[in-house]
Nanobody, 119 residues
Framework: QVHMVESGGGLVQTGGSLRLSCAAS???????MGWFRQAPGKAREWVAS????????DYAASVKGRFSISRDYAKNTIHLQMNNLKPEDTAVYYC?????????????WGQGTQVTVSS
């Protein structure tokens, strides 16, 4: 069983920055990791991913150039540096292992971390 614990969310003004963290425990193996978010009344959407071996990042068009994903192999942790935040980035952010299509592979999600961007 894999468990994800997200942290680092908060309230920030437009243009501000936040750094999210996701600590993964359990049988991660060689999994790629990703961030997702869910805004009120909307479906959960993929935000960014990072591969296991090469740490190659991939981003949704809406966050490219503003967000940066990184991985700490020793701590089984991934981070999401979010800069130039916009009100439309307001959502609960989650992490999960992902496949090559950036689809989540763990059925069990963590509690997420709330990000609120005020205008």
């Amino acid at each position: 069983q894999v468990h994800m614990v997200e942290s680092g969310g908060g309230l920030v003004q437009t243009g501000g920055s936040l750094r999210l963290s996701c600590a993964a425990s359990g049988r991660i193996g060689n999994s790629h990791m990703g961030w997702f978010r869910q805004a009120p009344g909307k479906a959960r959407e993929w935000v960014a991913s990072i591969t296991w071996i090469s740490s190659a990042p991939d981003y949704a068009a809406s966050v490219k150039g503003r967000f940066s994903i990184s991985r700490d192999y020793a701590k089984n942790t991934i981070h999401l540096q979010m800069n130039n935040l916009k009100p439309e980035d307001t959502a609960v952010y989650y992490c999960n292992t992902v496949n090559q299509l950036n689809r989540p592979t763990q059925e069990l999600w963590g509690q997420g971390t709330q990000v609120t961007v005020s205008s």
